[in-house]
């Protein structure tokens, strides 16, 4: 098993057990979790059974019902109370056709759910994300090329060196504008926090 194959592994089964568990000390069933989330009940049964490596936009709606940040989805069974971690061990949550990448670098769970990414993206790749629980906002940083941003279809060209930050609680999306690759930083806050139910379109309290 190659250093990649095996970091990969070690996030499926963090994720699965940590749905796991959260789903349980709900009390939700697979349906309930399913309806919170949108995202299938076929879905969260491969993903508690770790075998499936859910994508960057699955995690976000799975965490945002539970009320937590990926970061949690993703953390192992031992916690301690200082942790230094290398850029590359973090996850890739996300890889681009091209070669490009995203890693979860850290996240923080209370008060409010804090995650810091690092993001490379290579000429012609586009992510497009659904809107995220309301009140999650997003800062970005780009450290080399230029992004282009969109928010509620609007794109804001992003230039190196200059930091843009918005509101996440709607669709949006990022892509490289020009040939040059884009790497930037990524911060996204979601105050207040809460279970997230996409039915309703309401937040509940995060359980104590």
């Given at each position: 098993m190659t250093d990649a194959s095996g970091r990969v592994g070690a996030v499926t089964s963090a994720v699965a057990r940590q749905v796991r568990e959260l789903r349980a000390a709900r009390g939700w069933?697979?349906?309930?979790?399913?309806?919170?989330s949108g995202v299938s009940k076929g879905m969260l049964v491969q993903i508690?059974?770790?075998?499936?490596?859910?994508?960057?936009?699955?995690?976000?709606?799975?965490?945002?019902?539970?009320?937590?940040?990926?970061a949690r989805l993703l953390e192992p069974a031992e916690e301690s109370t200082v942790r230094v971690s290398a850029a590359d061990d973090a996850p890739v949550l996300w890889r681009g056709p091209h070669g490009g990448l995203a890693r979860l670098l850290s996240g923080l769970g209370e008060p409010d759910l804090v995650?810091?990414?690092?993001?490379?993206?290579e000429p012609g790749e586009t992510l497009r994300s659904p809107d995220h629980a309301h009140g999650t906002r997003e800062i970005l940083h780009v450290l080399d090329g230029t992004a282009t941003v969109t928010v509620d279809g609007v794109d804001h060209e992003v230039r190196a060196g200059e930091t843009v930050e918005f509101h996440a609680d709607r669709e949006h999306g990022y892509r490289t504008a020009g040939d040059e690759p884009v790497r930037l930083m990524m911060v996204v806050v979601v105050t207040p926090s809460g279970e997230w139910d996409r039915r309703t379109r309401s937040r509940g309290p995060r359980p104590s």
């Open positions: 069933s697979f349906e309930e979790l399913a309806g919170r508690e059974g770790a075998r499936t490596n859910p994508s960057i936009g699955t995690l976000c709606r799975v965490a945002d019902a539970f009320g937590v940040s990926i995650e810091l990414w690092d993001w490379r993206m």
